[in-house]
């Protein structure tokens, strides 16, 4: 938090309106133009953004949905929320994003059974892009829509490309979680090209009421209509405030992750470790820097590093493996390639504000935990 983000949240405080003002409008305008689209709708949470744009794209009772396992379980959950079912694509073991070979064998297979899903969800996992060129190409063969979970990848690019341009895919949804790339204390935020999409999820946001009739010369000031069941999902303009003054440091909080992020890799050259792939023409947001071990226990390594008083953590356990999905029918050995990844992950300590001497400790205390 920076002084001008806390002047922000007072100027809230101090005017006129704690919920529906100008603030959020003004936050999804930043939003929108920093993505080079048309339409921005912030949203409570990205769980929020997520569970209304499967709505709008019709993901119902009877529907498939299709996301990685590798994520948090909202990604999952949202087709639930509608009364769909869901089902998961395997990830790339390299870029631990959904692989596109995989789904191009799952289609193929769907297809012979007839069970094809509705909507594909790409997870950017840890801040870096997905295929979304060729899963865009994959799903508008089948006439399927692409929702991308970019939670942990705004400020992120591919080819050149801002993800949330919604070039390859239908709508995007931005998470602004207190421990995302910028926050707005809780919320999230979905973007789209699609004025209708947009329309639609202004209405689901707000109990499924307009305000805007096409006749209001005969109606009341007062006078509103529910068209559709909806929810209670609206960022207030606290939130609103903070996460429009965190966008004007977006730029410096990507470039700072990502110097971390290519230090992190110098340092740690040459250990046991399989480190992040090189970004190349996809360029991270770097949420997470994740490594895996490749001789040592993890459990070993990441309670020595956490008694060294190092945060370290483990994103994220495989959704199909969760009790609940289990009880769905989900098992052991259902996508291989998550988790093995699982099975040897660490996350480590990564944000703006670090120093390069706390990097270094960190280093050393990963170091002194693979020596053990």
Request: one cysteine or more; charged letters at 20%; hydrophobic letters at 40%.
């Amino acid at each position: 938090m920076g002084e001008d983000d806390i002047a922000a949240v007072c100027e809230v405080l101090r005017s006129d309106f704690l919920t529906q003002g100008p603030a959020v409008p003004a936050f999804e305008k930043s939003v929108a133009e920093y993505c080079g689209v048309a339409q921005a709708v912030a949203v409570s949470s990205a769980t929020a953004a997520l569970h209304i744009a499967c709505l709008a794209l019709g993901l119902g009772p009877g529907d498939w949905l299709w996301t990685s396992p590798l994520t948090f379980v909202a990604s999952a959950n949202c087709a639930l929320y509608c009364g769909a079912q869901v089902d998961f694509v395997d990830i790339d073991a390299t870029t631990l994003n959904m692989s596109t070979t995989a789904l191009e064998a799952k289609f193929a297979m769907a297809q012979r059974a007839g069970r094809l899903p509705k909507v594909v969800v790409p997870v950017a996992f840890g801040g870096r892009p997905c295929d979304m060129k060729g899963i865009s190409a994959l799903c508008s063969r089948h006439g399927i829509a692409v929702l991308e979970d970019a939670s942990h990848a705004v400020g992120s690019d591919y080819d050149g490309i801002r993800t949330g341009a919604c070039k390859d895919s239908h709508l995007s949804v931005f998470s602004f979680h207190p421990v995302k790339i910028i926050t707005s204390a809780e919320g999230g935020m979905i973007v789209t090209r699609d004025a209708a999409l947009a329309t639609i999820l202004r209405k689901l946001r707000s109990h499924g009421i307009t305000r805007d009739l096409s006749d209001t010369s005969a109606t009341p000031g007062w006078y509103y209509e529910q068209t559709m069941l909806g929810y209670n999902y609206r960022m207030n303009d606290l939130q609103g405030a903070l996460g429009a003054s965190q966008m004007h440091r977006l730029g410096d909080f990507v470039e700072r992750r990502r110097y971390l992020a290519q230090r992190y890799d110098a340092l740690l050259h040459g250990l046991p470790l399989v480190l992040p792939p090189a970004d190349g023409n996809i360029r991270s947001a770097w949420h997470l820097y994740v490594v895996q071990l490749c001789e040592h226990p993890r459990l070993a390594v990441y309670e020595a590093m956490r008694g060294a008083g190092i945060g370290v953590n483990v994103h994220y356990i495989p959704v199909h493996l969760q009790p609940f999905y289990r009880r769905l029918g989900f098992a052991p050995g259902d996508f291989p390639q998550a988790e093995a990844y699982y099975d040897r992950a660490l996350t480590l300590p990564l944000y703006p504000d670090m120093s390069e001497g706390a990097q270094d400790r960190v280093v050393e205390a990963l170091r002194r935990a693979l020596d053990r």
